[in-house]
């Protein structure tokens, strides 16, 4: 009798994980089906591709990290606009003409995301800018850090005000944000 229970038990055991497996896979189905309808949101509203292997990924990102670096001899001492300025020559950040201080890795986070202001940053280019040896990588989630501790000094320096954009699994934007007084001079 105990083995027909035990045998019974089993069975039922065995209906449920045969019930979770089937819900865990369409679970899975519903956050692919999520992943693609974001793609095609993230299209619509960037114009970017749909989907990129992490080979095209790391291959968009050299060719725009070197072509970045190519126009770096044209490019103006103040970098950005608005209220934020990139003092490339005293490697300075200013917000509304006053120099905050941020970390040397720091200034070279948002120094490119000054020369591709208004574009896509991707994590591997910021690797890569930060990091040039190979042998000398760390974990990609450091970026994270480098943004969060950029965005909490630019905001405090700003009185609110966010120039760091995500753009979900894609990288950042620097936004250009217009100072108060800038704007009533053109009013």
């Not at 993230?42 to 990290?65: I, K, M, N, V």
Request: charge should be negative; glycine fraction near 6%.
């Amino acid at each position: 009798m105990a083995e027909e229970t035990l045998s019974t038990r089993l069975v039922e055991i065995e209906s449920k994980l045969e019930r979770s497996r089937r819900r865990f896979e369409e679970g899975t189905r519903l956050v692919e089906e999520a992943h693609t309808a974001l793609a095609d949101v993230q299209q619509a509203l960037l114009g970017s591709p749909a989907s990129l292997t992490a080979e095209d990924s790391e291959e968009a990102s050299s060719r725009l990290l070197e072509s970045l670096k190519a126009a770096g001899g044209d490019m103006p001492a103040t970098l950005c606009g608005g209220r934020l300025a990139v003092d490339q020559v005293q490697r300075l950040i200013r917000i509304d003409g006053h120099p905050i201080g941020i970390t040397e890795m720091e200034y070279r986070v948002l120094e490119l995301l000054a020369f591709a202001r208004n574009n896509v940053v991707t994590r591997s280019m910021l690797l890569k800018h930060l990091y040039r040896r190979a042998d000398d990588q760390p974990q990609p989630k450091i970026i994270d850090v480098f943004i969060s501790k950029l965005r909490k000094k630019l905001r405090m320096a700003s009185s609110g005000a966010e120039f760091i954009e995500t753009i979900p699994q894609r990288g950042w934007i620097l936004r250009d944000v217009e100072g108060a007084a800038g704007a009533s001079a053109t009013a």
